[in-house]
């Protein structure tokens, strides 16, 4: 097994997951307020 050196992996792709992670949960935030917001105003 090769010896863990700290500091020295590559994280760019855990960091463009995370920033995927981050959009999908904001968006879908976004749209379920949109969802209540329509239901509130509709009256269902």
Known sequence: MAEFKHGTMDIADH??????????VT???IGIFVV???LALVGA
């Open 27 to 29: 968006r879908a935030v």
């Open 15 to 24: 960091e463009k997951t995370f920033s995927g992670f981050v959009k999908f």
């Open 36 to 38: 209540l917001i329509f």
